[in-house]
């Protein structure tokens, strides 16, 4: 049994983006404020591991946490190169060690919201959590700790891996106005391969190789794969590496349970946060947190109203998974198809899930009927 000093209102298990995006989100509602709520890490988060970037219209609450921002994004593909006007939306990136920061700042105003490192080694149904130091008990269970990602028969898989570098450069090099969202000209290897670019001034930049398949790379491909990038299409030859970082990101329409029990709740990528088809998370854990939040402010359990009868982004997700797999069409060439044809804020808004049936058919009549269409049949038909 759990120490009484160790029982909590709200656990939130693992504090990365989801877990102390949580945290934020319930205490800007002031019936929350006096909850005792316990953080459980195994690491400390005062690391830069990761940047985020998402896109919205409006503002998010870790503004101040922003590196950049940018209105217009540049695609390119082998048939194909444009600089495209993204508003209403704006893209942003922050780098987690300004996000971690910010959310331990906040935390200090609260006595009773605590952190405490430690690993967690399991995790049950009644809001009990087992740690190496400790075992500690709450009401409510917010977890984010993946401990494995679902194996479901029938279910498509696919990982995003990627490896960034941020780079420095003695000679200005970037136009901090013109990032690149996907730079299809690089060998594609019969596999979806694109670089990314993310200019923050004239001289540094986020520089990242980015692919979508069965398994990641060794390591050397992807310096590789940078280095003749940085020398074939940006004509940079000399610069400091400042910064790396890697990332796998599962790729998946097999489903991540939303809950473990009534008092065990998932969240972020274990929550099945993660866009199966992008591998965007940091959105949609904002818009799963804030109506957790919402829903404990009004006295609701946390997943009241998050049922859905019909999910058609999920459709499309596992749709466009297939099709990746299948490998009926070059991947460029269905990114080629859309940027080419369609409004890039029509494609945001879509990727981000915020399109009506009316502009996703508009979507759909950009891409490839018959590729689409054989894979949406397929899909639908459960084979
Ligand atoms: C390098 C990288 C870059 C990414 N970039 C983007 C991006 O640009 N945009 C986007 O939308 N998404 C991005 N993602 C995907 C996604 O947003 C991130 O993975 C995000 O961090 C997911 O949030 P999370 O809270 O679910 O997991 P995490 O942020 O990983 O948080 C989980 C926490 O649990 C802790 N933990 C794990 N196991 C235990 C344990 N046993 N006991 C205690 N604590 C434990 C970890 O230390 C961690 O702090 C990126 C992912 C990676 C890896």
Redesign the pocket.
């Known amino acids: 049994m759990p120490d009484k000093s160790l029982t909590y209102d709200y656990i939130i298990?693992?504090?990365?983006?989801?877990?102390?995006?949580l945290m934020c989100h319930l205490l800007g509602h002031p019936e929350l404020q006096s909850k005792r709520i316990l953080l459980?890490?195994?690491?400390a988060?005062q690391k830069n591991?990761?940047?985020?970037?998402?896109w919205q219209t409006g503002e998010s609450p870790f503004e101040s946490c922003l590196k950049s921002q940018w209105s217009q994004l540049y695609f390119h593909s082998p048939k194909f190169s444009a600089l495209l006007d993204i508003s209403p939306y704006r893209y942003k990136?922050l780098d987690?060690l300004s996000f971690y920061q910010h959310c331990f700042s906040l935390m200090k105003d609260f006595p009773n919201v605590e952190f405490r490192?430690?690993?967690?080694?399991s995790l049950d149904p009644e809001g009990v959590i087992t740690?190496?130091q400790a075992v500690y008990q709450a009401q409510y269970v917010f977890n984010?700790?993946?401990?494995q990602i679902p194996k479901v028969t029938g279910k498509h898989y696919l990982v995003?891996h990627?490896k960034?570098i941020f780079i420095k450069t003695a000679q200005p090099a970037f136009n901090p106005a013109e990032p690149t969202l996907m730079d299809f000209r690089v060998a594609q290897h019969q596999d979806c391969r694109f670089m990314y670019v993310l200019p923050v001034n004239a001289h540094e930049a986020l520089v990242e190789y980015t692919g979508f398949s069965e398994a990641a790379l060794p390591q050397e491909a992807y310096d590789c794969e940078i280095k003749q990038y940085l020398r074939d299409y940006l004509r940079i030859t000399e610069y400091e590496i400042t910064h790396e970082?890697?990332?796998?990101?599962p790729m998946t329409d097999a489903p991540f349970s939303k809950s473990i029990s009534e008092r065990v709740v998932n969240?972020?990528?274990?929550?099945g946060?993660?866009?199966a088809s992008?591998?965007?998370?940091?959105?949609?854990?904002q818009r799963q947190c804030a109506a957790i939040a919402q829903n404990l402010a009004q006295g609701k359990k946390p997943l009241a109203g998050s049922a859905k009868t019909i999910d058609k982004f999920a459709f499309y997700d596992s749709v466009f998974l297939r099709v990746l797999l299948e490998k009926k069409l070059a991947s460029w060439e269905i990114f080629h198809s859309m940027f080419s044809k369609l409004p890039a804020s029509l494609i945001l808004k879509f990727l981000n899930e915020e399109t009506s049936l009316w502009e996703d058919l508009r979507i759909m009549h950009a891409m490839d009927q018959q590729v689409f269409l054989a894979a949406a049949v397929k899909q639908a038909s459960g084979k």
């Open positions: 298990a693992g504090a990365g983006a989801a877990g102390l995006s459980l890490d195994r690491d988060k591991d990761r940047t985020w970037c998402f990136m987690s490192q430690d690993e967690i080694v740690g190496k984010s700790v993946l401990f995003q990627f960034g970082e890697f990332g796998i990101i969240i972020g990528t274990a929550g946060a993660t866009k992008t591998g965007y998370t940091f959105s949609f854990i």
